[in-house]
């Protein structure tokens, strides 16, 4: 890499108790073209409910776009607070995501914010 900056591996990870049960979080994918007929992916965010080897939760956030809806060739890392995270995994409890649960990881694909 002659020239070139070495990139540190970004990482977001965090953890807070919701309704008496311990979650803990950590990035697991950044924003990227997938060639397994999914196309855009956004971020992603892997959910688990400490001491509990059961059902994990997948945020993916929107993958980010200009104002035309168009994909940005270069995509930023999405604005992510463990306020967010915390927010989101409520959303997903609400739509059904039980992490007492028996089964394949759920892919809650998160809203984009509503434009001001």
Not at 23 to 32: F, G, I
Not at 33 to 53: E, F, H, M, Q, T
Not at 98 to 111: A, I, K, Q, T, Y
Request: hydrophobic share 30%.
């Amino acid at each position: 890499m002659h020239g070139q900056k070495k990139r540190r591996k970004r990482t977001i990870e965090g953890s807070e108790s919701l309704d008496g049960v311990e979650m803990t979080w950590e990035l697991v994918s950044e924003p990227q073209w997938s060639n397994s007929g999914d196309g855009y992916k956004g971020l992603c965010i892997a959910v688990r409910a400490a001491g509990s080897a059961r059902r994990e939760l997948i945020l993916e956030y929107a993958y980010p776009v200009d104002k035309h809806g168009h994909p940005l060739p270069v995509p930023q890392r999405p604005d992510v607070s463990p306020k967010r995270v915390a927010q989101d995994i409520r959303r997903a409890i609400e739509a059904g995501w039980d992490p007492n649960s028996r089964g394949r990881p759920l892919v809650f694909r998160v809203p984009p914010p509503a434009a001001s």
